[in-house]
């Protein structure tokens, strides 16, 4: 049989590493970005049992908080409030630690 053999879940881990080495433009991985995080739970993950989850789930939890400093940076650099908005609101579920995003949004707050 030479069937192609895909899951939601290779595609899922499929576009996080496709989006942390992107050179796609800022605005294109912006909007991917939140569109990933739509699909992601990391409650389902620590569900299964065994080494190979476990090394997945730590995996991606390492992963798309990268994502987002990249693109916080990014964005940041270019002063595109309104996307750093965007990504810090899709992120909250990804953050580095708690209270990340709400920092950064208080950040923007008092540049206004």
Known sequence: ???DLQSDLGD???TTEN???SDDSLDD??????MLLEDYNPG????????WFRHLSENLR????QIMAQLLSALSKKGNT??????????EKVEPYEGFCK???EVLKQRK
């Open 44 to 51: 389902v993950l620590d569900s299964f049992r065994g080494n």
């Open 82 to 91: 309104a996307a750093i908005y965007q990504v810090l609101n899709a992120g």
């Open 1 to 3: 049989m030479n069937a």
């Open 103 to 105: 920092e950064w949004m």
């Open 29 to 34: 991985r912006t909007e991917m970005l939140p």
């Open 19 to 21: 989006l942390l080495w």
């Open 12 to 14: 899922f881990i499929q």
């Open 62 to 65: 390492s992963k798309l908080p």
